[in-house]
C-alpha cells in the first residue's frame, strides 16, 4: 500500500516568515501534485511535478520532486495571511488514484 | 482550462431521503471522475472512482448500494446518496482527470450534506 506522509500537519507563523511543508513516501509515484483548500471549498491545484529532481516555482512557493519521485516539498516564502489554508499534497500511482497526504494546516498571523 | 462544478453546494435533508449530487466537467471531457469524502480539518478520503459506460469501483468500506454513481456521459457523474442518515452528513468532493493527461485530478468546489 501506498502512502504519504505529509508534514508538519499544523503550522502557524507570523506574516513574512519562511516555511516548508514535506511529503514523503518509501514508494515511487509517477506524479506529485500539490493543492491548496479553503474552508467550504473544494482543493486548488497549485502544481503538478512529474520529473524526479524537477523545481517549479509558483511566486512565493517552490515546488520539488525528489530525484527518485518518493518525496517533495513545498517552499513558502515570506508567507502572507492570504496563504493561509490547507495544503494537500497527492502522489499518482499506478491504478490511476492519488494517494494524499494528511494535509497541513498553515495559518499566517498578519 | 480545467474546471469542474458541482450541483448543488450545500443540501439539508430528513433522514431517510434521498440526496442527488451531480458533478460535471466544463471545459475537458473525463472518462474518469472520483467522489471524495471529507471529514472537518482531515484530508481527503476516496469512495469511488466513476468510470463513463462502466460500474463505478468502490474503495473497502463504501457501500455500493448506498452511495450510487452514474457516470452516463464523458462531462457528468452524479452520487446518490440514498436514505441517508445523519452519520453521512459531511462535505462531498468530486474530481475529474482530464483524457489523455497525467495523473492530475481537477476538483468541484464541494457538496455540504446534512441530514437531519
Not at chain 1, 7 to 23: A, D, K, R, W
Not at chain 1, 65 to 92: M, V
Not at chain 2, 32 to 53: C, D, H, I, V
Request: charged letters at 15%.
Amino acid at each position: 500500500t501506498q502512502l504519504l506522509e505529509q508534514s508538519p500537519q499544523f503550522l502557524s507563523i507570523q506574516e513574512g516568515e519562511n516555511l516548508t511543508v514535506y511529503c514523503n513516501s518509501s514508494s515511487v509515484f509517477s506524479s506529485l501534485q500539490w493543492y491548496r483548500q479553503e474552508p467550504g471549498e473544494g482543493p486548488v491545484l497549485l502544481v503538478t511535478v512529474v520529473t524526479g529532481g524537477e523545481v517549479k516555482k509558483l511566486k512565493r512557493l517552490t515546488f520539488q520532486f525528489g530525484d527518485a519521485r518518493k518525496d517533495s516539498s513545498l517552499h513558502i516564502t515570506a508567507a502572507q495571511p492570504g496563504d493561509t489554508g490547507l495544503y494537500l499534497c497527492a502522489g499518482g500511482s499506478v491504478s490511476g488514484k492519488l494517494i494524499f497526504g494528511q494535509g497541513t494546516t498553515l495559518q499566517v498571523k498578519p | 482550462g480545467a474546471v469542474v462544478s458541482q450541483h448543488p453546494s450545500w443540501v439539508i435533508c430528513k433522514s431517510g431521503t434521498s440526496v442527488k449530487i451531480e458533478c460535471r466537467s466544463l471545459d475537458f471531457q473525463a472518462t474518469t471522475m472520483f467522489w471524495y469524502r471529507q471529514f472537518p480539518k482531515q484530508s481527503l478520503m476516496l469512495m469511488a472512482t466513476s468510470n463513463e459506460g462502466s460500474k463505478a469501483t468502490y474503495e473497502q468500506g463504501v457501500e455500493k448500494d448506498k452511495f450510487l454513481i452514474n457516470h452516463a456521459s464523458l462531462t457528468l457523474s452524479t452520487l446518490t446518496v440514498t436514505s441517508a442518515h445523519p452519520e453521512d452528513s459531511s462535505f462531498y468532493i468530486c474530481s475529474a482527470r482530464r483524457d489523455g493527461a497525467t495523473d492530475t485530478q481537477y476538483f468541484g468546489p464541494g457538496t455540504r450534506l446534512t441530514v437531519l
